[in-house]
């Protein structure tokens, strides 16, 4: 199996990789042709970058390898608190070292992957350009997370992670679902794609598999892995303007119009940041496109060509090997942390062992202490989670064919609402009543389908300054949260509050 794994004192970590070669490995990587290394999407894994890898721009002139990071996909970790991209991006300098790359292209995606590409491009610096040649970055985020958004993550989180049944879980990846695809995304009427999860099955309905996708790989009873990706990209601390400054790769930045977790002006800003760039960082961006750009299919088509048009103009020339690269990985990691020992103003960095990438970490003391502590507790008793699988490992059922018999829907505008009849035979007839048995007690961790249910509990803030389309999120069974506090990223969210229309998502 294509793994690459890496052991110290302080860290376990194993990193699964795929390529677009026969034999799915590196080894088989042709020398003359430039290297791309691919970062997935958020919440998503190296497998849906298929759609980059598959086409022919860039499948036919480039070595490409994709790999899942650190509580994603098929990689796996040691539970820690000190997780933060600075840690990811050592994990991909002993990942290009361990599979001895040639110097390679940095294709990242979403909001970790893009912090992650940033700070590996600031340790390799220009004495040492053995590992990185350019940076495309696909939408890239604030230097922190919007506030709307923190709390959209932090709601999500807690259906997510801890559902009462398969119809709060599903809730909560169609808000997803819907926040990086676009609120018009219409399940039922997307156009066949074509998703390589598994060799020659063809999948069909985006937004369906990708809610599968979730619940088969980020289930509630894998709920830890889910909070240490939050922790690693809420709790991030934005990147200096020394550290920009430090790049020097040729960088294209692509960002999606029509997404408001990410706007445009924070990738013109970056650009503006970014002065120290050859020719400058360009911007290019898609119109009409949702947050998962290289996810839709007729989106990443336009991802792929200005991929392929920007990586055309550069100069890709034979590197002989000097004395640099010539280096063992243990110097290789001493340089690099006597580098990030510079950038982060701590000379206590250059101390630390530069066999494990979590000597790489940024994080604050007490935080890493607290992340360690939300994980642990997470992790205790998430085997006995709920579960929305089978027991063949496959979701019970699919989300295109759930129950949506309730009166008290959520319409495609992303209202709720009893509907309007023209006339009392009209709401004879479309108003259906079905009687649902009590359900016995099942045991804690098992599988229910349970309908949904209406508490009379209106909210009485009805006023925000937030803007609707980004804040809104529709709750179908409770219009309060549980008396429950969930910690997510630091942050104890306790409950039994009303939730304001204006905190709903569209």
């Known amino acids: 199996m294509p793994y690459v794994d890496f052991i110290s004192g302080d860290d376990r970590v194993s990193l699964w990789y795929i390529t677009n070669t026969n034999t799915c490995n590196a080894s088989s990587f042709d020398p003359l042709k430039p290297t791309i290394i691919l970062l997935h999407p958020l919440f998503l894994d190296s497998t849906w970058l ?5 086409d022919p721009r860039l499948n036919k002139f480039y070595n490409m390898v994709a790999l899942d990071l650190r509580a994603s996909g098929k990689s796996n970790s040691s539970l820690t608190g000190a997780h933060d991209c600075w840690v990811n991006a050592a994990d991909l300098a002993f990942f290009h070292r361990a599979l001895q790359l040639p110097p390679s292209h940095i ?3 979403e909001s970790v992957s893009t912090n992650i590409a940033l700070r590996f491009a600031a340790l390799v610096d220009a ?3 053995e590992m990185c040649l350019g940076l495309v970055l696909v939408n890239v985020p604030p230097p922190s997370e919007l506030d709307w958004v923190v709390d959209l993550y932090a709601e999500i989180a807690r259906m997510w992670c801890y559902p009462e049944d398969l119809n709060e879980f599903e809730h909560a990846c169609l808000e997803m679902s819907h926040h990086f695809l676009g609120n018009d995304c219409q399940p039922d009427l997307q156009d066949e794609v074509k ?3 598994c060799p020659g099955r063809q999948l069909t309905n985006l937004q369906t598999q990708i809610i599968a996708d979730w619940a088969t790989k980020s289930p509630p009873w894998r709920r830890s892995r889910l909070y240490e990706t939050m922790q690693c990209m809420l709790n991030r601390i934005p990147l200096h303007p020394e550290v920009l400054a430090s790049i020097t790769q040729p960088t294209l930045i692509i960002q999606a119009e029509r997404t408001a977790m990410n706007p445009v002006r924070f990738a013109n800003e970056l650009a503006e940041q970014l002065v120290n760039v050859e020719g400058g960082a360009k911007v290019h961006v898609i119109k009409g496109s949702p947050e998962y750009v290289t996810v839709v299919p ?3 088509s336009i991802v792929n060509r200005v991929v392929a048009e920007f990586l055309s103009r550069q100069t890709h020339t034979a590197n002989p090997v000097d004395d640099q690269s010539a280096k063992s990985t243990v110097e290789r990691m001493e340089a690099a942390l006597a580098r990030l020992s510079k950038l982060a103003h701590d000379p206590s960095i250059a101390a630390r062992d530069p066999r494990s990438p979590l000597s790489f970490s940024c994080v604050a003391p007490e935080l890493r202490i607290s992340q360690y502590e939300q994980l642990r507790k997470c992790r205790e008793d998430e085997k006995d989670a709920f579960s929305p699988l089978g027991q063949d490992g496959r979701p019970v059922r699919k989300f295109s064919e759930r129950q949506r018999d309730h009166w008290f829907n959520a319409e495609d505008d ?3 609402s009893t509907g309007v009849f023209d006339t009392l035979e009209d709401f004879k007839i479309n108003r259906t009543l079905s009687i649902v048995p009590a359900l016995p007690d099942i045991k804690r961790g098992t599988k229910r389908i349970r309908p949904a249910t209406l508490q009379i509990s209106t909210p009485t803030n009805y006023l925000s300054s937030d803007p609707p389309s980004a804040t809104t999120i529709r ?4 219009s309060t949260i549980p008396r429950q506090a969930v910690e997510i990223a630091g942050v104890t ?5 009303p939730l304001p229309i204006s905190k709903m998502v569209r």
């Open 107 to 109: 294709f990242a995606v």
């Open 127 to 129: 004495r040492f350009p």
């Open 493 to 497: 969210l306790t409950a039994m509050r």
């Open 195 to 197: 998703i390589n999860l």
């Open 475 to 478: 709750r179908h069974r409770s």
């Open 50 to 54: 298929n759609t980059q890898m598959e």
């Open 298 to 300: 007729s989106c990443a």
């Open 414 to 416: 992303g209202h709720s």
